[in-house]
Protein backbone atom coordinates (compact mmCIF):
# COMPACT_ATOMS: atom_id res chain seq x y z
CA UNK A 1 0.00 0.00 0.00
CA UNK A 2 2.70 2.41 0.48
CA UNK A 3 3.66 2.45 -3.54
CA UNK A 4 -0.14 3.09 -3.91
CA UNK A 5 0.36 6.50 -1.71
CA UNK A 6 2.85 8.12 -3.19
CA UNK A 7 2.45 11.67 -3.88
CA UNK A 8 -1.28 11.12 -3.55
CA UNK A 9 -1.94 14.36 -1.69
CA UNK A 10 0.32 16.45 -4.22
CA UNK A 11 -1.70 15.11 -7.04
CA UNK A 12 -5.77 15.55 -5.60
CA UNK A 13 -5.14 18.68 -4.12
CA UNK A 14 -8.21 20.61 -5.54
CA UNK A 15 -10.21 17.53 -6.94
CA UNK A 16 -13.68 19.33 -7.13
CA UNK A 17 -12.48 21.80 -9.52
CA UNK A 18 -13.05 20.20 -12.71
CA UNK A 19 -10.67 20.85 -15.96
CA UNK A 20 -11.75 20.03 -19.51
CA UNK A 21 -9.27 17.49 -20.86
CA UNK A 22 -8.63 15.45 -23.76
CA UNK A 23 -6.22 12.76 -24.87
CA UNK A 24 -4.30 11.70 -27.91
CA UNK A 25 -1.27 9.46 -29.23
CA UNK A 26 0.24 11.19 -32.29
CA UNK A 27 1.89 9.04 -35.32
CA UNK A 28 5.15 9.24 -33.38
CA UNK A 29 3.70 7.24 -30.81
CA UNK A 30 4.11 10.02 -27.94
CA UNK A 31 1.21 10.94 -25.36
CA UNK A 32 -0.44 14.23 -25.34
CA UNK A 33 -2.94 15.84 -23.36
CA UNK A 34 -5.39 18.56 -24.04
CA UNK A 35 -5.55 20.87 -20.71
CA UNK A 36 -7.56 23.80 -20.09
CA UNK A 37 -6.86 24.88 -23.40
CA UNK A 38 -2.85 23.97 -23.97
CA UNK A 39 -1.50 21.14 -25.35
CA UNK A 40 1.60 19.08 -23.75
CA UNK A 41 3.50 16.11 -24.44
CA UNK A 42 3.21 13.98 -21.46
CA UNK A 43 5.30 10.54 -22.63
CA UNK A 44 7.67 10.14 -25.11
CA UNK A 45 6.13 6.60 -25.60
CA UNK A 46 2.53 5.65 -26.15
CA UNK A 47 0.84 4.35 -23.02
CA UNK A 48 -0.76 0.82 -22.95
CA UNK A 49 -4.11 2.23 -22.05
CA UNK A 50 -5.59 5.76 -21.11
CA UNK A 51 -9.02 7.08 -19.87
CA UNK A 52 -9.96 10.69 -19.33
CA UNK A 53 -12.25 11.77 -16.52
CA UNK A 54 -13.79 15.19 -15.89
CA UNK A 55 -11.15 16.03 -13.00
CA UNK A 56 -8.06 13.78 -14.27
CA UNK A 57 -6.84 11.43 -16.91
CA UNK A 58 -5.76 7.95 -15.63
CA UNK A 59 -3.17 5.86 -17.78
CA UNK A 60 -1.07 3.02 -17.80
CA UNK A 61 2.55 4.47 -19.13
CA UNK A 62 4.70 2.19 -21.29
CA UNK A 63 5.77 0.13 -18.57
CA UNK A 64 2.84 -0.57 -16.95
CA UNK A 65 3.17 2.09 -14.41
CA UNK A 66 -0.18 3.21 -13.52
CA UNK A 67 -0.21 7.59 -13.33
CA UNK A 68 -2.78 10.10 -13.24
CA UNK A 69 -2.36 13.53 -14.32
CA UNK A 70 -4.16 16.12 -12.58
CA UNK A 71 -3.59 20.34 -12.58
CA UNK A 72 -0.42 20.48 -14.69
CA UNK A 73 1.16 17.10 -12.99
CA UNK A 74 1.63 13.69 -13.45
CA UNK A 75 1.31 10.98 -10.44
CA UNK A 76 2.89 7.90 -10.53
CA UNK A 77 -0.10 6.39 -8.34
CA UNK A 78 1.53 2.29 -8.21
CA UNK A 79 3.85 0.42 -10.27
CA UNK A 80 2.40 -2.70 -8.84
CA UNK A 81 0.39 -4.87 -11.90
CA UNK A 82 -2.76 -2.70 -12.03
CA UNK A 83 -4.96 -4.73 -14.28
CA UNK A 84 -8.04 -2.28 -14.31
CA UNK A 85 -8.77 1.61 -14.12
CA UNK A 86 -11.78 3.51 -14.58
CA UNK A 87 -12.18 7.39 -14.03
CA UNK A 88 -15.15 9.61 -13.50
CA UNK A 89 -16.20 13.32 -12.54
CA UNK A 90 -14.96 12.54 -9.11
CA UNK A 91 -13.61 9.25 -8.58
CA UNK A 92 -10.38 7.02 -9.70
CA UNK A 93 -10.35 3.26 -8.87
CA UNK A 94 -7.87 0.58 -10.27
CA UNK A 95 -7.57 -2.78 -9.61
CA UNK A 96 -3.73 -4.14 -8.65
CA UNK A 97 -3.34 -8.18 -8.40
CA UNK A 98 -6.45 -8.54 -6.22
CA UNK A 99 -6.90 -5.66 -4.94
CA UNK A 100 -9.33 -2.64 -5.60
CA UNK A 101 -9.23 0.55 -4.55
CA UNK A 102 -10.37 4.18 -4.95
CA UNK A 103 -9.14 7.58 -4.72
CA UNK A 104 -11.52 10.18 -3.92
CA UNK A 105 -10.44 13.75 -2.88
CA UNK A 106 -6.56 12.82 -1.59
CA UNK A 107 -7.43 10.16 0.33
CA UNK A 108 -6.79 6.34 -0.96
CA UNK A 109 -9.42 3.85 0.26
CA UNK A 110 -8.71 -0.05 -0.02
CA UNK A 111 -12.11 -1.45 -0.94
CA UNK A 112 -11.28 -4.97 -0.93
CA UNK A 113 -8.02 -7.10 -1.21
CA UNK A 114 -9.76 -9.54 -2.84
CA UNK A 115 -11.76 -8.19 -5.52
CA UNK A 116 -12.44 -8.97 -9.09
CA UNK A 117 -15.66 -7.29 -9.56
CA UNK A 118 -16.21 -3.63 -9.76
CA UNK A 119 -18.60 -1.00 -11.14
CA UNK A 120 -17.97 2.77 -10.99
CA UNK A 121 -20.28 5.61 -11.06
CA UNK A 122 -19.48 9.28 -10.69
CA UNK A 123 -19.48 9.24 -7.06
CA UNK A 124 -20.03 5.57 -6.47
CA UNK A 125 -18.76 1.96 -6.44
CA UNK A 126 -20.03 -1.16 -6.59
CA UNK A 127 -17.94 -3.99 -5.48
CA UNK A 128 -17.93 -7.58 -4.40
CA UNK A 129 -15.01 -8.57 -1.53
CA UNK A 130 -13.96 -12.20 -1.93
CA UNK A 131 -12.55 -12.51 1.83
CA UNK A 132 -15.78 -11.03 3.35
CA UNK A 133 -18.34 -12.59 1.02
CA UNK A 134 -19.64 -9.17 1.25
CA UNK A 135 -21.05 -7.34 -1.68
CA UNK A 136 -20.54 -3.11 -0.82
CA UNK A 137 -21.11 0.10 -2.02
CA UNK A 138 -18.53 3.13 -1.71
CA UNK A 139 -19.93 6.63 -1.68
CA UNK A 140 -19.58 9.43 0.34
CA UNK A 141 -16.20 8.50 2.21
CA UNK A 142 -18.25 5.40 3.62
CA UNK A 143 -18.55 1.64 2.65
CA UNK A 144 -21.61 0.44 3.01
CA UNK A 145 -22.46 -3.45 3.09
CA UNK A 146 -25.82 -4.28 0.72
CA UNK A 147 -25.36 -8.09 0.80
CA UNK A 148 -23.99 -11.22 2.82
CA UNK A 149 -23.04 -13.92 1.00
CA UNK A 150 -22.10 -17.62 2.29
CA UNK A 151 -21.99 -19.17 -0.82
CA UNK A 152 -21.79 -17.18 -3.78
CA UNK A 153 -23.38 -18.70 -7.14
CA UNK A 154 -22.42 -18.31 -10.84
CA UNK A 155 -25.59 -16.80 -11.04
CA UNK A 156 -25.45 -14.35 -8.75
CA UNK A 157 -24.70 -10.79 -8.88
CA UNK A 158 -23.72 -10.41 -12.83
CA UNK A 159 -21.64 -7.48 -13.55
CA UNK A 160 -23.36 -5.33 -16.07
CA UNK A 161 -26.55 -7.33 -15.88
CA UNK A 162 -27.83 -7.89 -12.85
CA UNK A 163 -25.75 -5.00 -11.22
CA UNK A 164 -25.34 -1.66 -12.71
CA UNK A 165 -24.15 1.73 -11.52
CA UNK A 166 -24.38 4.98 -13.28
CA UNK A 167 -23.54 8.71 -11.71
CA UNK A 168 -24.72 8.69 -7.85
CA UNK A 169 -27.41 5.73 -8.04
CA UNK A 170 -26.97 1.42 -8.47
CA UNK A 171 -29.32 -1.04 -8.88
CA UNK A 172 -28.81 -4.83 -8.63
CA UNK A 173 -31.12 -7.76 -8.16
CA UNK A 174 -29.81 -9.83 -5.08
CA UNK A 175 -30.08 -13.80 -4.75
CA UNK A 176 -33.56 -13.93 -3.47
CA UNK A 177 -34.63 -11.99 -6.82
CA UNK A 178 -35.28 -8.56 -4.65
CA UNK A 179 -34.55 -5.34 -6.69
CA UNK A 180 -33.10 -3.06 -5.00
CA UNK A 181 -31.48 0.50 -5.05
CA UNK A 182 -28.94 2.27 -3.09
CA UNK A 183 -29.10 6.39 -3.57
CA UNK A 184 -28.20 8.91 -1.60
CA UNK A 185 -26.24 6.49 1.12
CA UNK A 186 -29.70 3.98 1.46
CA UNK A 187 -30.69 1.09 0.24
CA UNK A 188 -34.31 0.27 -0.52
CA UNK A 189 -35.94 -2.65 -2.53
CA UNK A 190 -38.30 -1.76 -4.88
CA UNK A 191 -39.63 -4.96 -6.22
CA UNK A 192 -39.60 -8.56 -4.61
CA UNK A 193 -39.31 -10.21 -7.35
CA UNK A 194 -36.60 -10.29 -10.31
CA UNK A 195 -37.47 -7.42 -12.69
CA UNK A 196 -36.93 -8.25 -16.72
CA UNK A 197 -34.84 -5.21 -17.62
CA UNK A 198 -33.63 -2.47 -16.11
CA UNK A 199 -31.13 0.58 -17.04
CA UNK A 200 -29.73 3.32 -14.66
CA UNK A 201 -28.83 7.21 -15.11
CA UNK A 202 -27.85 9.98 -12.69
CA UNK A 203 -31.02 9.98 -9.81
CA UNK A 204 -32.98 7.47 -11.99
CA UNK A 205 -33.61 4.06 -12.91
CA UNK A 206 -36.23 2.61 -15.23
CA UNK A 207 -37.22 -0.79 -15.09
CA UNK A 208 -39.78 -3.44 -16.49
CA UNK A 209 -40.77 -5.07 -13.26
CA UNK A 210 -42.19 -9.15 -13.23
CA UNK A 211 -45.70 -8.15 -14.58
CA UNK A 212 -43.89 -5.76 -17.58
CA UNK A 213 -45.11 -2.82 -16.33
CA UNK A 214 -42.86 0.08 -17.06
CA UNK A 215 -41.75 2.23 -14.06
CA UNK A 216 -39.30 4.46 -13.07
CA UNK A 217 -37.61 5.57 -9.53
CA UNK A 218 -36.32 9.21 -9.88
CA UNK A 219 -34.47 10.84 -6.61
CA UNK A 220 -36.39 8.87 -4.15
CA UNK A 221 -39.63 8.76 -5.61
CA UNK A 222 -41.44 5.32 -8.06
CA UNK A 223 -43.30 6.43 -10.66
CA UNK A 224 -45.62 3.70 -12.77
CA UNK A 225 -45.28 4.92 -15.95
CA UNK A 226 -47.25 2.41 -18.24
CA UNK A 227 -49.11 -0.68 -17.18
CA UNK A 228 -47.30 -2.36 -20.61
CA UNK A 229 -43.99 -2.93 -21.72
CA UNK A 230 -42.30 -0.67 -24.16
CA UNK A 231 -40.34 -0.74 -27.46
CA UNK A 232 -38.04 0.65 -25.84
CA UNK A 233 -36.15 3.01 -23.76
CA UNK A 234 -33.01 3.91 -22.82
CA UNK A 235 -31.57 6.19 -19.29
CA UNK A 236 -29.64 8.96 -19.11
CA UNK A 237 -28.77 11.76 -16.55
CA UNK A 238 -32.22 12.69 -15.16
CA UNK A 239 -33.69 11.89 -18.31
CA UNK A 240 -35.80 8.45 -19.92
CA UNK A 241 -36.54 8.13 -22.89
CA UNK A 242 -38.79 5.30 -24.33
CA UNK A 243 -40.95 4.35 -27.46
CA UNK A 244 -44.59 3.41 -25.93
CA UNK A 245 -46.12 -0.23 -26.85
CA UNK A 246 -49.06 2.33 -27.96
CA UNK A 247 -47.05 3.56 -30.52
CA UNK A 248 -46.02 7.36 -28.65
CA UNK A 249 -42.63 8.54 -28.49
CA UNK A 250 -42.17 10.25 -24.72
CA UNK A 251 -39.65 11.59 -22.14
CA UNK A 252 -39.70 11.38 -18.77
CA UNK A 253 -37.62 13.87 -17.31
CA UNK A 254 -36.80 15.65 -14.15
CA UNK A 255 -40.09 14.54 -12.97
CA UNK A 256 -42.45 15.13 -15.67
CA UNK A 257 -43.81 13.33 -18.55
CA UNK A 258 -43.21 14.62 -22.25
CA UNK A 259 -45.07 13.91 -25.28
CA UNK A 260 -43.55 13.95 -28.13
CA UNK A 261 -45.77 12.50 -30.82
CA UNK A 262 -47.22 9.33 -32.13
CA UNK A 263 -44.17 7.65 -34.46
CA UNK A 264 -41.30 5.58 -33.89
CA UNK A 265 -38.21 7.97 -33.99
CA UNK A 266 -34.84 6.86 -33.92
CA UNK A 267 -33.33 7.69 -30.92
CA UNK A 268 -30.13 8.21 -28.67
CA UNK A 269 -29.53 8.94 -25.23
CA UNK A 270 -26.06 9.61 -23.32
CA UNK A 271 -25.43 11.52 -20.53
CA UNK A 272 -27.92 14.72 -20.52
CA UNK A 273 -28.57 14.46 -24.19
CA UNK A 274 -31.32 12.82 -25.79
CA UNK A 275 -30.85 12.71 -29.71
CA UNK A 276 -33.97 12.03 -31.40
CA UNK A 277 -35.86 12.35 -35.04
CA UNK A 278 -39.21 14.42 -34.52
CA UNK A 279 -42.30 14.15 -36.87
CA UNK A 280 -40.66 15.07 -40.25
CA UNK A 281 -37.64 13.75 -39.99
CA UNK A 282 -35.79 16.61 -38.56
CA UNK A 283 -32.74 15.52 -36.12
CA UNK A 284 -33.36 17.61 -32.87
CA UNK A 285 -31.63 17.36 -29.40
CA UNK A 286 -33.42 17.59 -26.05
CA UNK A 287 -31.19 18.62 -22.82
CA UNK A 288 -32.11 20.57 -19.50
CA UNK A 289 -35.69 20.30 -21.05
CA UNK A 290 -35.97 22.22 -23.91
CA UNK A 291 -35.54 21.16 -27.29
CA UNK A 292 -33.05 21.97 -30.25
CA UNK A 293 -33.65 21.50 -33.97
CA UNK A 294 -30.32 20.80 -35.51
CA UNK A 295 -30.62 19.45 -39.40
CA UNK A 296 -33.47 18.75 -41.56
CA UNK A 297 -32.46 14.96 -41.49
CA UNK A 298 -31.63 12.51 -38.58
CA UNK A 299 -27.64 11.44 -39.21
CA UNK A 300 -26.68 8.21 -39.49
CA UNK A 301 -23.18 8.32 -37.13
CA UNK A 302 -23.52 11.01 -34.48
CA UNK A 303 -20.84 10.96 -31.03
CA UNK A 304 -23.10 12.21 -27.70
CA UNK A 305 -21.64 13.26 -24.18
CA UNK A 306 -22.32 14.76 -21.30
CA UNK A 307 -23.94 18.27 -22.16
CA UNK A 308 -22.46 17.53 -26.13
CA UNK A 309 -23.50 16.21 -29.53
CA UNK A 310 -21.07 16.06 -32.60
CA UNK A 311 -21.91 14.69 -36.32
CA UNK A 312 -20.65 15.31 -39.82
CA UNK A 313 -23.55 16.84 -42.00
CA UNK A 314 -23.89 16.03 -45.71
CA UNK A 315 -22.00 19.52 -46.79
CA UNK A 316 -19.28 17.87 -45.07
CA UNK A 317 -19.54 20.13 -42.00
CA UNK A 318 -18.67 18.64 -38.18
CA UNK A 319 -21.33 20.40 -36.46
CA UNK A 320 -21.21 21.03 -32.74
CA UNK A 321 -23.58 21.08 -30.47
CA UNK A 322 -22.96 21.99 -26.69
CA UNK A 323 -24.71 23.35 -23.52
CA UNK A 324 -27.32 24.70 -25.88
CA UNK A 325 -25.54 25.91 -28.64
CA UNK A 326 -25.00 25.13 -32.06
CA UNK A 327 -21.49 25.59 -33.81
CA UNK A 328 -19.93 24.76 -37.25
CA UNK A 329 -16.45 23.85 -36.33
CA UNK A 330 -14.96 23.06 -39.87
CA UNK A 331 -15.69 22.15 -43.39
CA UNK A 332 -12.15 20.11 -43.45
CA UNK A 333 -12.22 17.00 -44.26
CA UNK A 334 -12.64 15.10 -40.14
CA UNK A 335 -10.07 11.73 -40.16
CA UNK A 336 -11.53 11.29 -36.87
CA UNK A 337 -12.84 12.88 -33.74
CA UNK A 338 -13.61 11.79 -29.68
CA UNK A 339 -16.06 13.78 -26.96
CA UNK A 340 -14.16 13.79 -24.11
CA UNK A 341 -16.98 15.08 -21.57
CA UNK A 342 -17.99 18.79 -23.46
CA UNK A 343 -14.22 19.15 -25.39
CA UNK A 344 -14.81 18.30 -29.51
CA UNK A 345 -11.22 16.57 -29.90
CA UNK A 346 -10.96 16.46 -33.97
CA UNK A 347 -8.14 14.64 -36.60
CA UNK A 348 -8.56 16.84 -39.84
CA UNK A 349 -4.63 15.55 -41.43
CA UNK A 350 -2.02 12.63 -41.28
CA UNK A 351 -0.66 14.30 -37.67
CA UNK A 352 -2.81 17.47 -36.74
CA UNK A 353 -5.38 17.21 -33.58
CA UNK A 354 -7.50 19.92 -32.69
CA UNK A 355 -10.03 20.76 -29.88
CA UNK A 356 -12.92 22.66 -30.08
CA UNK A 357 -14.67 23.35 -26.57
CA UNK A 358 -16.62 26.43 -24.78
CA UNK A 359 -16.85 28.03 -28.42
CA UNK A 360 -13.40 28.51 -28.51
CA UNK A 361 -10.71 26.98 -30.86
CA UNK A 362 -7.63 25.46 -30.04
CA UNK A 363 -4.36 23.75 -32.04
Known amino acids: MRKILVAILIFFAGFLQAQPYSAYTNVRQEFYIFDNGATHRLEGLMPVNYKVGRAAIAYLDNQRIFKVFRDGAVTA ?18 RSA ?12 TLSKLCERYLLGDSLVFFYDQNKSM ?21 DLKFDSTVKVSDNIGAYINYNDQFKVFYAGNLETLEDQAVRQFQCGRNTVAYLDINNIFKIYYKGQSYTIDPFAPKSFAVGDDVVAFQSNDGYFKLFYNGNLYTIGYYEPQYQVQDRVVAFEDLNGFFKIFQDGEQTMIDNYYPPKLTLGYNSMAYVNKANVLRFFSKGKIY ?4 MNVLDMRLDYD ?9 AFRFFYNGEFYN
Not at 77 to 94: K, P, R
Open 343 to 351: VLQYKVGFN
Open 98 to 109: NMVAVVDQGEVV
Open 135 to 155: FGAYANHKITELETFLNLGAN
Open 77 to 94: VTDLFTTQFEVSDNLVAF
Open 328 to 331: DVTT
